[in-house]
T-cell receptor, first 117, second 109 residues
Framework: DTEVTQTPKHLVMGMTNKKSLKCEQH?????MYWYKQKAKKPPELMFV???????INESVPSRFSPECPNSSLLNLHLHALQPEDSALYLC????????????????FGDGTRLSIL | QKEVEQNSGPLSVPEGAIASLNCTYS??????FFWYRQYSGKSPELIMF????GDKEDGRFTAQLNKASQYVSLLIRDSQPSDSATYLC?????????FGTGTSLTVIP
């Protein structure tokens, strides 16, 4: 069991559907992340939230829309996805150090395996 | 040049041997360094992290950091078949985490 909880574990959706991925952590971490991972590839950073504000958007298509309602929750809203968006979507969180800017380790959830039909 | 580079392997070692995994990074301002283990179909699991030059040991795992050479390594002593996985090196600067492509390790019983 991980301390970062992602739901759902699996999601199959059509290209016209709208769905959301959810992530929750109760470790008091103030940085939260969305990653996309394809098979046999490393995780690719999509978004970073720092203190509930979007701080990094790695040129992700607008069909992916992140939301951070509070310090414990992170959502990823999906709309009009393409088959190539099928992947494992990972949420992570970390405690941010102050001053030096370096971060404590990221803790990953189990991921949501997304399949686009 | 990639931010973080790892030898993709596969690396095969016999059970009980030492596995040595290596990683280089390009940004001299990088501050934090992490090793994750990822089993097929699972999420990355933190193994070790290191911030200062030198060695850091935790059980069978030792992380080594050399900032002058921009090099970080992971040694696994007494390798077990359960250590067979992909090992990801991650480097952090500010809010950015850069992952290497991972090294696939197989421990042969």
């Amino acid at each position: 069991d991980t301390e970062v909880t992602q739901t759902p574990k699996h999601l199959v959706m059509g290209m016209t559907n709208k769905k959301s991925l959810k992530c929750e952590q109760h470790m008091g971490h103030r940085a939260m992340y969305w990653y996309k991972q394809k098979a046999k590839k490393p995780p690719e950073l999509m978004f970073v939230y720092s203190y509930e504000k979007l701080s990094i958007n790695e040129s992700v298509p607008s069909r992916f829309s992140p939301e951070c309602p509070n310090s414990s929750l992170l959502n990823l809203h999906l709309h009009a996805l393409q088959p190539e968006d099928s992947a494992l979507y990972l949420c992570a969180s970390s405690q941010q150090n102050s001053g030096t800017g370096g971060n404590q380790p990221q803790h990953f959830g189990d991921g949501t395996r997304l399949s686009i039909l | 040049q990639k931010e973080v580079e790892q030898n993709s392997g596969p690396l095969s070692v016999p059970e009980g041997a030492i596995a040595s995994l290596n990683c280089t990074y390009s940004d001299r301002g990088s501050q934090s360094f992490f090793w994750y283990r990822q089993y097929s179909g699972k999420s990355p699991e933190l193994i070790m992290f290191i911030y200062s030059n030198g060695d850091k040991e935790d059980g069978r795992f030792t992380a080594q950091l050399n900032k002058a050479s921009q090099y970080v390594s992971l040694l696994i002593r007494d390798s077990q078949p359960s250590d067979s996985a992909t090992y990801l090196c991650a480097v952090n600067t500010g809010n950015q985490f850069y992952f290497g492509t991972g090294t696939s390790l197989t421990v042969i019983p």
